[in-house]
């Protein structure tokens, strides 16, 4: 019975760590559908600053630590201090400017609602039809 | 290749045609003003004969920098430097307008600057005096710019260009950098007696570019300037050439850049070789610097590092003419500069960095005229804020 009870609880814990944790959102109108973490990271690093239709691309990053900010980047392969490096790089030399940080999820996919051309990243479960999901990060991509 | 020029033709077309259409697709954004500064305290230790031990705080670099979108593409930015606690009052340090243009950013293959810059060469360059990036408070030695006074940088570097294409082609994971530019050759007049200071004397422009990939935390670059310097005009009163024989000597510069990251190890290494073609077999320049940094990320806010970069000038000089100079019948010697260090850098927040940095500095020279034998401790304290 115990051996049963475990069982349960492992596959359990499994489908848990195997469930969606964050989308990749952006404007309702940007001209992709989906997006590889190998893009995301040249948005991201500002190393591509314009969508097919040359409509500039507007990052957005989560100012507050967490699970969801964790994962994110982790998908992206680049720690948070190491991009702040990036981003610093960029700024320091008239390249481009380091992303909006908002200070909370909802705030965030309600800047990507009304932006066009912006990207951002939230929980899952808070995704509303008022934007595009690109992509889709499990805790275990991530 | 073929594409690239393909690529950059019709760049160029484009920003032809799309000049008139400029205002009415303006996406001008409102003036940024920022920077950042460095202040440190040094004391230096003499390990050796004629070596002295000073203590000095230095406000050692402050940049103000101003940024402004211009209109859909284009772009400003100038950048302004005080050196060495600079007052002009008091006749110290330096103040310098380091870069001033406008950017025309047409794809990632193609974007071109026009106007003051720092070029593209090897890494390091373009980042050396954004100190809020490193970790040192004393740069490899051709990039610490506070040494303007001591040590004839621009030999090693191109330090400004006035036209630059650059960008990258992406394949997969893979990018491909290039940059190419256009500057002024070396010969810049600085005789307020002859008027107009600052503008290249000669008709020879400096060449250069760069040309690298990165992959993932991997980055590898391949870099070259050639130009014309008339830096030896001097030394024909040894040689009996005719008159300006020794002006306008070709100068070829090339350079290395690595760089990889493995976890929390980095490794960071750069070379730069400078060759002259003098035109006489008698007298011979050579210089070559090299630098690498080993770098361990001890946690997000810390950054420990062990550095190690030296130069060397080779110079064969053997004088026509014995007796004029007896001594220099015959100077071969190499000089040779060699800092290992270790130090580390603390993000203390977003725009506070503490850094901390001790070297052992080695100035030798074999030559048996001129034995240079220069051993100093240099202990550097530094605080780097970003406004």
């Known amino acids: ?142 | 290749m073929r594409n690239l020029i393909k690529i950059i033709y019709i760049h160029l077309l484009a920003i032809c045609c799309s000049t008139s259409g400029l205002l009415g697709q303006a996406k001008e954004t409102p003036l940024r003003i920022f920077g950042y500064f460095q202040v440190n305290f040094t004391q230096e230790t003499g390990t050796s004969a004629g070596s002295e031990s000073t203590n000095s705080f230095n406000m050692q670099q402050l940049n103000l920098l101003f940024q402004k979108n211009l209109a859909k593409n284009w772009s400003a930015f100038v950048n302004m430097e005080a050196l060495n606690n600079f007052s002009s009052s008091k006749e110290w340090g330096a103040f310098n307008l380091e870069e001033a243009w406008v950017k025309y950013r047409g794809s990632k293959q193609f974007n071109l600057k026009l106007g003051l810059m720092i070029p593209e060469f090897n890494h390091l360059n373009t980042i050396k005096n954004r100190m809020p990036l490193l970790p040192y408070i004393i740069r490899p030695v051709v990039y610490e710019n506070s040494f303007e006074d001591i040590i004839d940088l621009d030999s090693y570097l191109p330090r400004r260009a006035f036209a630059q294409a650059y960008g990258f082609i992406p394949s997969g994971r893979w990018k491909f950098d290039y940059a190419v530019y256009l500057g002024n050759s070396p010969n810049i007049n600085d005789r307020s007696a002859l008027g107009q200071t600052g503008v290249d004397t000669t008709d020879v422009f400096m060449t250069g570019g760069r040309l690298g990939f990165r992959y993932k935390e991997w980055r590898m670059g391949w870099s070259a300037t050639y130009d014309r310097t008339n830096e030896f005009g001097e030394v024909n009163l040894f040689f009996q050439r005719p008159p300006r024989f020794f002006n306008e000597r070709p100068r070829l510069r090339t350079g290395t850049d690595f760089f990889l990251r493995w976890k929390r190890l980095s490794w960071e290494s750069e070379t730069i070789a400078v060759n002259y073609d003098e035109g006489d077999e008698r007298f011979d320049v050579d210089r070559l610097f090299y630098y690498a940094t080993l770098g361990f990320q001890a946690s997000d806010a810390l950054f420990m590092y062990y550095t190690y970069w030296g130069t060397e000038d080779e110079f064969v000089f053997v004088d026509a003419q014995p007796g004029i100079i007896p001594v220099f019948d015959l100077y071969q010697g190499t000089l040779k500069i060699f800092v290992p260090s270790l130090g580390f850098s603390y993000g203390l927040n977003d725009r506070i960095t503490l850094k901390g940095q001790f070297s052992w500095v080695d100035i030798s020279s074999d030559d048996e005229f001129f034995k240079v034998d220069f051993r100093q401790n240099v202990l550097s304290l530094a605080i780097s804020a970003f406004f």
């Open chain 1, 1 to 142: 019975m115990i051996k049963k009870i475990l069982f349960i609880f492992f596959i359990l814990m499994g489908w848990q760590a195997a469930q969606a944790q964050v989308a990749v959102i952006a404007h309702k109108a940007v001209p992709v559908d989906q997006i590889s973490s190998a893009e995301l990271l040249d948005f991201y690093t500002g190393d591509i600053k314009l969508w097919g239709n040359d409509e500039a691309v507007i990052v957005f990053d989560l100012k507050p630590k967490g699970e969801v900010k964790e994962v994110f980047y982790k998908y992206l392969g680049k720690s948070p201090s190491r991009m702040k490096s990036v981003w610093m790089k960029k700024l320091l030399s008239g390249e481009g400017d380091p992303p909006e940080s908002m200070k909370t999820e909802k705030e965030l996919l309600e800047k990507v609602m009304e932006t066009p051309g912006s990207i951002g990243f939230v929980a899952e479960d808070k995704v509303t039809d008022d934007v595009k999901v690109l992509a889709v990060i499990t805790r275990e991509e991530g």
